[in-house]
């Protein structure tokens, strides 16, 4: 099975902060990199796929980046709504695991 | 509008089986594989397989093989997670997400407890 980490585990930022929250899989999966987005209570949110292709919808705060094992996401400008779990996953091979979730929280 | 209905949450004892169906409607059934992810309290998700909604054919996670079978009725536009022998660390929201992620039901809960 790919296994995937996501880093910091957790982090604190302001209300208009950049904020880069990295995904690195064991092995190398192309562009096949989904970034999900969740809050308490609610099903996940797809922001981007294939690694960088922004979800129709999706403010253009976010972005992402990275091919191969090493992946970003960054959402410059935090809002308040912004305060969530982010989640990376890789759809390169089944199973199609998730990394373990970086909390964002308010300062 | 795509929408994919879960059925409610459930309450089973250790060792039972449950059943968690998951009706689509708005698109084309047959034209989406549809994925099942669970949530314990607390914690990250955790894909558990897919199935393709035309064919039948299924994926599992090596994990849940032998415990899980999804099917479907596309008669209805249902598919169904059916997980064996459950324990108390099967106690999750379970969901169901359309392939490719962007369109999720609304989650099961399922709580097993003697």
């Known amino acids: 099975d790919i296994q995937m980490t996501q880093s910091p585990s957790s982090l604190s930022a302001s209300v208009g902060d950049r904020v880069t929250i990295t995904c690195r899989a064991s092995?190398?999966?192309?562009?096949?990199l989904n970034w999900f987005q969740q809050k308490p209570g609610k099903a996940p949110k797809l922001l981007i796929s294939?690694?960088?292709s922004l979800q129709s919808g999706v403010p253009s705060r976010f972005s992402g980046s990275g091919s191969g094992t090493d992946f970003s996401l960054t959402i410059s400008n935090l809002q308040a709504e912004d305060f969530a779990t982010y989640y990376c996953?890789?759809?390169?091979?089944?199973?199609?695991?998730f990394g373990p979730g970086t909390k964002v929280d308010i300062k | 509008q795509v929408q994919l209905v879960q059925s409610g949450a459930e309450v089973k004892k250790p060792g039972a089986s449950v059943k968690v169906s998951c009706k689509a409607s708005?698109?084309?059934?047959?034209?989406?594989?549809m994925h099942w992810v669970r949530q314990a309290p607390g914690q990250g998700l955790e894909w558990m397989g897919i199935?393709?909604?035309?064919?039948?054919?299924?994926t599992y996670a090596q994990k849940f093989q032998g415990r899980v079978t999804m099917t479907r009725d596309t008669s209805t536009s249902t598919v169904y997670m059916e997980l064996s022998s459950l324990r108390s660390e099967d106690t999750a929201v379970y969901y169901c997400?359309?392939?490719?992620?962007?369109?999720w039901g609304q989650g099961t809960l399922v709580t097993v407890s003697s």
């Open positions: 294939a690694a960088s």
């Open positions: 199935i393709n909604t035309s064919g039948g054919t299924t």
């Open positions: 092995q190398s999966i192309s562009s096949y």
């Open positions: 996953q890789q759809t390169y091979n089944t199973p199609f695991t």
């Open positions: 997400a359309r392939a490719q992620g962007v369109y």
């Open positions: 708005g698109y084309t059934f047959s034209n989406y594989y």
